[in-house]
């Protein structure tokens, strides 16, 4: 079975990978890529069929990719 990645335009930017020093900065890194990953999720799943198409993905795979907890990749 193959990985979905979606980067789209449409998606909110992917956290900037700054040298944080920490704890503290791992776990904002960790938090703001989360909330990337379901932000990604959320706007793959607004898709329409088309537009699934165009990017080669059916409908069952964006349900797959969008059911998934916000902490796996």
Do not use: C, N, Y
């Amino acid at each position: 079975m193959s990985t979905l990645s979606f980067h789209g335009t449409t998606a909110m930017p992917r956290p900037q990978r700054r040298a944080r020093i920490g704890l503290g900065g791992r776990l904002v890194d960790l938090l703001l890529l989360w909330q990337a990953r379901a932000h990604e999720r959320q706007v793959l799943s607004g898709l329409d069929d088309r537009q699934l198409k165009d990017i080669g993905l059916d409908r069952s795979q964006v349900m797959a990719e969008a059911d998934k907890p916000f902490w796996r990749a």
